[in-house]
């Protein structure tokens, strides 16, 4: 085959999903498209083997675990390598952290405290010629320099070389880390900014012409190492979906996009996962069930008062593992709308980011 074809096919291939034709649920199924030709036996039965159920190979790329007729079955399959470089990496900063501020996390629309939340990020602009930082978006610290946020944060007139370009007249992208009230130098709080060097939006990301938002995912990569600390240290990525947790945490200095309520200390909101079908409803349709989840606050006798939480800022659970981490299920994404709880605000899911995001961040 001629190597230009030859290549083109295996990063086509990649592109689709290597996984496919691989076996998988320990030798009894092989991953397969999800489509009527390819697995019938989990398309055609998607109502009763239910949508939390599927067991997928890649479920980014609609890839499942379609299970195989019982002479076709493999016995003595091994499991294939279920440690991520990123779950490796969750262990070594749970291994670096000293100590941690533990609070219970029932809580609406309150204050954080001091060191509560250390991977909280501020994503904000400087205009040229000027000191005064507008802080418009959240996000999480990753890894000591890199910054999970979402894509339409940076959303910029001029080309990203001339934003990232510190001698070309523009708007410049500040990120602080380790702060909690920005208004504040009494605070308990250590803050450390930085410039970014670059950034990655999701090649997928897109606003929809229904006014949806798709794969509002970006990394945005730091100057320099953060130095971690009590006050700065970074978030685990999921493993798996999260779809187990039903009540999550949203983080964020208030800044919705159509809010004028902002808030200079770091506010922290209980909400509540809804199902697909209360998102649909609400939502308008404007939701992708299968990358986007929503939340609110649960009723409106414990309407919460505040915005719940930054645009790119991270919606999250206690690490099942790590008593001093947290576990990013989800980025703030849109659909904000403050103290109401009709609107729940959408969240991209992280989990199907990963592989992605491990390349970027770690090579891998
Ligand atoms: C930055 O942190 C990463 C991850 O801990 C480490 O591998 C790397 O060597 C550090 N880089 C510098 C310049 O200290």
Sequence with gaps: MDATIKLLSILLYSAIGSVLGEFC???????KQLTAADC?????????????NVKYCDEFNDIVCCPLPLNAQQKNVKPMETTRMFEKECRRYNDVRSSCRQTPLIVDGTKAEPR??????????????????SWDCGGTLIHPKFVLTAAHCLATTETKEQRLDAN???????????????????????????????????????????????????????DRNATLNEYVAPACLPPSSGNE??????????????????????LKVALQRYNEEICMARLENRIVPRTQFCAGAGSDVTMADTCNGDSGGPIFVQHPAYNC????????????????????SVYTKLHLY???????????
């Excluded at 649920?25 to 991953?31: A, I, K, L, M």
């Excluded at 880390?177 to 997928?204: C, I, K, M, R, W």
């Design 168 to 222: 070309f007249k523009s708007p410049k992208y500040v990120v602080r880390l380790g702060e909690l009230d920005y208004s504040s130098t009494e605070d308990d709080a250590q803050p450390q900014d930085f410039q970014l060097v670059n950034y990655v939006v999701h090649p997928s990301f897109e606003e929809a012409a229904d006014g949806g938002i798709h794969h509002d995912i970006a990394l945005l990569e730091l």
């Design 25 to 31: 649920d320990r030798g009894t199924g092989e991953c």
């Design 40 to 52: 019938p036996a989990v398309f055609y039965n998607l109502q009763i083997i239910g949508y939390n």
């Design 325 to 344: 981490l947290k576990q990013i299920i989800g980025i703030t994404s849109y659909g904000l709308i403050c103290g109401n709880y009709k609107f729940p």
């Design 354 to 364: 990963t592989d992605w995001i491990e390349q970027i961040v770690w090579g891998v």
């Design 116 to 133: 509560e939340f250390p991977f909280m990020a501020l994503l904000g602009v400087r205009q040229p010629d000027s000191s005064v930082i």
């Design 245 to 266: 947790h039903f009540y999550l945490t949203a983080a964020g200095w208030g800044h919705t996009s159509n809010s004028g309520q902002k808030s200079s200390h770091l």
